[in-house]
């Protein structure tokens, strides 16, 4: 996975994820009413490696 600086997008809110539909996984939504129609039918992944990662010394 990359991260880049020059790279944005809009994310979706909590409340998106809560109104979306749930996937094979516990952490993948599918997003089917977004705030954002723009966002709709793209499904949304929640990790949490990252906080491992950030507290691993």
Known sequence: MAI?????????????????????????VLLTNPSDPELRGEFLITITIFTNLLHNE
């Open 4 to 28: 880049s600086d020059n790279r944005q997008r809009i994310m979706p809110t909590m409340q998106d994820r809560l109104n979306g539909q749930p996937l094979a996984y516990p952490e993948a």
